[in-house]
């Protein structure tokens, strides 16, 4: 099987800043999200860990896993999706001149944003990548998989392995710290 969780909670959620690939650690109610998610999700099998490299998700990830013997593999694939230069916006969903307000709005729309944002063509390059390379063979073997990622990339994930249109990027449940099982 195949499952996905997003990190837990950080100052910048808090502050609504766009946080992106800005390496931001788990506040203290994110380590308690990702302690209950721990608790709740204890007698879930896996075989395997894959996380994102940014601290919320390996944070999360840690304490999700802590006293199971399951491995942990950072892959740089699974950060979360570049915003370039309106990383650290804060009300960015408020600016109606904040052109990554896109993604958010009209995926579909979303093509290339000035700043070094990522286009989504990029971010689906590296989830495809990282799943053909990595999950889908040890999945279709029996594996039990995690990967803990973010909402955008598990938003791409979910889009890639449902075969979900752009304009469905956004029907899913991506809260923080809920484990959701994709295959």
Not at 111 to 125: D, H, I, M, P, S
Request: proline letters at 3%; a negative charge.
């Amino acid at each position: 099987m195949l499952y996905i969780m997003r990190h837990g909670k950080t100052e910048w959620n808090e502050l609504r800043k766009l946080q992106g690939q800005t390496d931001i650690p788990l506040n203290e109610e994110g380590c308690l999200m990702a302690q209950a998610a721990h608790d709740k999700y204890i007698n879930v099998h896996f075989d395997l860990c894959f996380s994102s490299p940014l601290k919320r998700a390996a944070q999360t990830a840690e304490i999700l896993l802590n006293g199971r013997d399951v491995p942990i593999i950072a892959d740089d694939r699974l950060k979360e999706m570049s915003f370039g230069e309106y990383e650290g916006t804060v009300n960015y969903a408020e600016d109606p001149d904040c052109e990554i307000n896109v993604l958010f709005k009209e995926p579909e729309a979303y093509k290339e944003v000035a700043k070094g944002a990522e286009t989504l063509a990029e971010l689906f390059e590296r989830v495809d990548s990282f799943l053909s390379q990595k999950v889908l063979s040890d999945v279709s073997k029996g594996k039990d998989i995690l990967i803990v990622g973010h909402k955008v990339l598990n938003s791409a994930i979910i889009c890639r392995i449902n075969k979900l249109p752009l304009s469905e990027f956004w029907n899913n449940d991506t809260q923080q710290c809920k484990l959701l099982r994709l295959i």
